[in-house]
């Protein structure tokens, strides 16, 4: 698009001084550029932004404090008893000197059982103060060994967790910035600024400013709650969870970054076919019901294979659902890869099409724009 | 010089212009008149780029316009805007640096252009927070903020007090002077008569008059004279070749059939008593501009 090496048609006449017209990316950039600046004067985002990340941090300290917090029962022992109580995990001995000290020391709560020595077969019985105590039980009951022909390689509610994050983050920031993205379409066609823009730089330039400086902005903001998250993790000692975590957490953001592109062009281009912002929410809903829908069917369906292997193929919901597979292990090497060549090529499309929308809305003020009229031309 | 060949545009069965021509010549003010609706904001959109013609051309200099050409004009749209929520100063530069001002150049034209139109105490606040007249001088500075080489105004005085008009007058004087061509469109016809170069004027989408101001005012003008003189001048309707519009005593309106009777009634007038005034009466730009349109 660059006209920069248009001959100067100066005439004797025209003494004023000419300037380069800005390259294609040169005016991409002065655009995303305002995005960003004026989105960070919003006091509204900034926040947002923070009720978000406090959101991230404050989750992952949950968790820490949930997950240290598996703390072993007490159970007051007496003689013999100590060493079939030793043996068990998640029990700590409270020795007694008899069986009434250990009977006290039930009744006024000190210990969650007694474990004392009798004459049965197994050569203890267990005292409690109204009903059996069943993590005592099951922790000294013989299990016999298990094998798992597939194991799992994480647990369900962790499972759900993780792919609530996933779908909320996702919901969330494209949401957030698919909006914004709205809103500042039909702010410039409602303040009629659009029609001083267009003659000074390519619309194409216009709406790739506002998609790239708002995919800025919401990558940052990803970035930043992967961050927070990973270093929260690791300071809280969850390392473990950080190494099954970090693979999946770093797809969704690469597709993120192609998702939330292909999102925010659908956004400008359905904001644009409006001239009002009591318009937006109509006329972005369909765009909406899209971001929407993996969060619901993630939550759903987070353990239903066949559903989360279509989510991961499907552009809209592939940065939900293939991050979500990746944790749990059942995605081979090449899947987000394909997976994510689909997404590049439908958000290419998606871009051409919005583009083709925003491009013969703009100037259309007054009623919405139909489909068929911005198509059209 | 700029150059609309042939325009035609239509919206479905609605047909908004029928074969547009004319010229904006290199430092002529071109005053574009017409009623509301006539065609004349999609007209300069189309010179513009922002709407695509059906057919016909926009040449400059005798070439197609470029993209990058109509990056050096100045245009006020008719649809008056800029963003609310931006300081003026800062949305001057911003526009500045999208027609590829460098920041210096451009915070320079800036400053300057906010001082000659006496906003520069403004230049910090926010354009929402401005009074109706100072958003439309910011307006102005935002077609005029990138040093442009060609001025297409819609509709550029309206709303301005007269303390603005007269400042806009003079930059647009600048400007032409300067070799700029300069095209605007107003409904104030008294101001475009004072103003203009030259003239088109254009109704249902057609053009039906254009050229020159002198030339245009000849070209409508009707062989009528007006004369004062110190007699009572009910005497020249007995002149011959002399029709009497209208008299009061030394004053008279008449219409003569030729050049030699109106001479008559001068030579007339004179052997009678002192004549303090005689001349052609050539129509106002009011007075073309209905004749035209109807």
């Known amino acids: ?377 | 010089m700029l150059e609309i060949r042939g325009i035609n545009k239509n919206y479905g069965a609605h047909q908004v212009l029928t074969d547009v021509s004319f010229t904006v010549g290199d430092g002529r003010m071109t005053g574009f008149v017409g009623a509301n609706g006539a065609g004349k904001t999609t007209t300069m959109r189309i010179i513009l780029g922002v709407l695509a013609s059906d057919s016909g051309s926009v040449l400059l200099d005798g070439t197609p316009l470029t993209a990058g050409d109509r990056r050096r004009f100045g245009y006020m749209p008719e649809e008056r805007g800029l963003y609310p929520k931006m300081k003026v100063g800062e949305q001057l530069v911003y526009l500045a640096r999208l027609h590829g001002l460098s920041p210096a150049a451009a915070k320079q034209n800036t400053n300057d252009l906010l001082e000659r139109l006496s906003l520069d105490q403004r230049a910090g606040d926010l354009v929402e927070s401005l009074s109706l007249g100072n958003q439309q001088r910011a307006q102005i500075a935002a077609a005029l903020v990138h040093d442009p080489e060609f001025l297409v105004l819609d509709e550029p005085f309206s709303g301005l007090d007269p303390i603005a008009v007269e400042v806009v007058l003079t930059v647009l004087k600048e400007y032409a002077a300067a070799g700029a061509p300069v095209l605007f469109s107003s409904h104030q016809l008294d101001l475009v008569e004072r103003l203009c170069d030259d003239l088109v004027i254009i109704a249902a989408g057609e053009i039906r008059a254009n050229g020159s101001r002198e030339k245009l005012r000849d070209q409508f003008s009707t062989p009528r004279f007006e004369i004062s003189s110190a007699v009572d001048a009910g005497w020249i309707r007995g002149v011959d070749g002399i029709t009497v519009i209208d008299f009061d005593g030394g004053e008279a309106v008449f219409e003569a059939d030729s050049d030699a009777a109106s001479q008559t009634v001068l030579r007339e007038a004179l052997s009678r008593g002192a004549v303090h005034s005689f001349g052609h009466l050539r129509p106002s730009l009011a007075t073309i501009f209905k004749e035209v349109v109807q």
Not at chain 1, 7 to 29: C, I, L
Not at chain 1, 134 to 143: F, T, Y
Not at chain 1, 156 to 172: C, K, N, P, R
Not at chain 1, 222 to 244: N, P, Y
């Open chain 1, 1 to 377: 698009m660059s006209t920069a090496t248009e001959p100067r048609r100066d005439t004797p006449a025209r003494t004023r001084a000419t300037h380069t017209a800005p390259s294609f990316w040169a005016s991409v950039w002065l655009v995303s550029s305002r995005e960003i600046a004026s989105r960070l004067r919003s006091k509204a985002f900034l926040i947002s932004t923070g009720i978000l990340l406090l959101i991230a941090v404050g989750s992952v300290v949950a968790g820490g404090i949930l997950s240290a917090n598996t703390s072993t029962t007490q159970v007051a022992v007496v003689g013999t008893a100590s060493a079939v109580v030793g043996e068990s995990s998640g029990l700590t001995a409270v020795p007694a000197d008899d069986v009434a000290a250990a009977e006290a020391l039930v009744r006024d709560g000190t210990v969650a059982a007694a474990v004392v020595p009798d004459d049965s077969l197994l050569g203890v019985s267990v005292i409690a103060l109204d009903s059996p105590p069943s993590d005592v039980m099951s922790a000294l009951s013989v299990s016999p060994a298990v094998e798992l022909l597939e194991p799992a390689a994480q647990g369900g509610f962790l499972v759900y967790l993780v792919a609530l994050g996933f779908g909320l983050v996702f919901f969330m920031s494209a949401l957030t910035f698919g909006s914004t993205i709205a809103q500042s379409v039909v702010e410039e066609k409602q303040t009629r600024v659009v029609e001083i823009l267009m003659t000074t730089i390519p619309v194409r330039a216009l709406l790739a400013g506002k998609v790239v400086g708002n995919s800025i902005m919401a990558f940052g903001q990803i970035v930043a709650i992967a961050l927070l998250v990973g270093i929260g993790m690791a300071i809280t000692g969850q390392r473990v969870l950080l190494a099954d975590l970090g693979p999946a957490i770093g797809w969704f953001a690469v597709f993120f970054a192609f998702g939330f592109v292909m999102i925010a062009a659908l956004f400008a281009a359905t904001a644009s076919m409006v001239s009002r912002q009591e318009d937006v929410g109509t006329t972005t809903a369909p765009v909406t019901y899209l971001v929407m829908l993996p969060y619901i069917l993630v939550i759903i369906f987070n353990d239903n294979p066949l559903v989360m292997a279509i989510m991961s193929y499907v552009p809209f919901s592939a940065p939900v659902g293939m991050p979500v597979r990746i944790f749990l292990g059942t995605a081979e090497w090449w899947e987000p890869i394909l997976s994510l060549v689909i997404l590049a090529f439908t958000t290419a499309g998606v871009i051409l099409f919005g583009s083709r929308i925003y491009r013969n809305s703009l100037l259309r003020m007054g009623g919405r724009v139909t489909y068929k009229q911005a198509l059209r031309g």
